[in-house]
């Protein structure tokens, strides 16, 4: 389906891996809340905002600047959404509150435009990953969590930077299928749910994928599957409106002099 020029819109976007407060991805991330994302009803964070995230006390240039431009997207009547990543899980209420968002579980429904769609951040379907499945139910747990924020500051960088380079070194070695979603997890999840229209990201692979069900769901029998794109190389987004929806991606702006 395309976008209409409607001005009512909901966006969606993910994986952006905010590293440093003056990098591409954060010039996009400005010019989209400050331009494209003006007026909008809702703006869904569906997880990987940030590449890392050690805990909410930890204050830094880019949380700054993305937390006040968020706030002030809120303050204008623009719904804040964010989901968990992979990367940035310790993502807490604090944090949520300063953008003026709210923080949605991993999975959620919720309905856009009379439509009912599944909101996901995405690594939960990749099940055919089982060391990563294994460590992601570990690092969720309460337990883990708070053990690891009573840590020092200073210590909690030094583990979050072994796991990334533990991560990319094992990702390195594994075939790349492996990494991307599992369809019969696609076809359970959304059977669970009862629901037709499933957005995550996570996978880096952005795309709008028809489904042919197993079994018909609230009497159809295909399914639509939207995955957001990753900011690494180019900024993406999905347009939302009652009238259809577009995933659309634009070159990071250039640096100013």
């Known amino acids: 389906m395309s976008?209409?020029?409607n001005n009512n819109k909901t966006l969606f976007i993910s994986?952006?891996?905010i590293e440093s407060a003056r990098s591409p991805?954060?010039?996009?991330l400005l010019q989209l809340l400050e331009q494209r994302a003006q007026g909008a009803d809702a703006l869904y964070i569906l997880g990987d905002l940030f590449e890392a995230?050690?805990?909410d006390d930890d204050i830094n240039d880019a949380a700054d600047?993305?937390?006040t431009t968020l706030n002030d997207l809120s303050n204008q009547g623009t719904r804040i959404y964010m989901m968990h990543g992979n990367r940035d899980f310790l993502i807490g209420a604090d944090f949520a509150s300063r953008c003026g968002g709210v923080l949605l579980p991993d999975p959620a429904i919720v309905d856009c435009y009379g439509q009912t769609?599944?909101?996901l951040h995405g690594d939960s379907l990749c099940t055919r990953d089982t060391a990563y499945i294994s460590y992601r139910k570990q690092v969720r747990e309460s337990s883990w969590q708070q053990a690891f924020l009573a840590r020092p500051l200073l210590e909690r960088h030094m583990i979050a930077q072994q796991l990334r380079q533990?991560?990319?070194a094992e990702n390195s070695h594994k075939a790349s299928d492996i990494m991307d979603v599992t369809h019969q997890e696609v076809l359970n999840l959304l059977e669970i749910q009862k629901v037709n229209l499933m957005i995550h990201g996570h996978t880096h692979r952005p795309g709008i994928h028809t489904i042919r069900l197993q079994n018909p769901i609230n009497d159809k029998t295909e399914a639509v599957r939207i995955v957001l794109g990753s900011w690494d190389q180019k900024a993406w987004v999905l347009e939302f409106s009652a009238e259809g929806y577009?995933?659309?991606?634009f070159p990071h702006p250039a640096q100013s002099s």
């Open 117 to 119: 769609v599944l909101l």
């Open 246 to 249: 577009e995933l659309k991606h």
């Open 25 to 28: 991805i954060m010039r996009s």
């Open 65 to 67: 600047i993305v937390a």
């Open 3 to 5: 976008q209409t020029k």
């Open 15 to 17: 994986d952006l891996h």
């Open 53 to 55: 995230w050690v805990g």
């Open 166 to 168: 533990r991560s990319m």
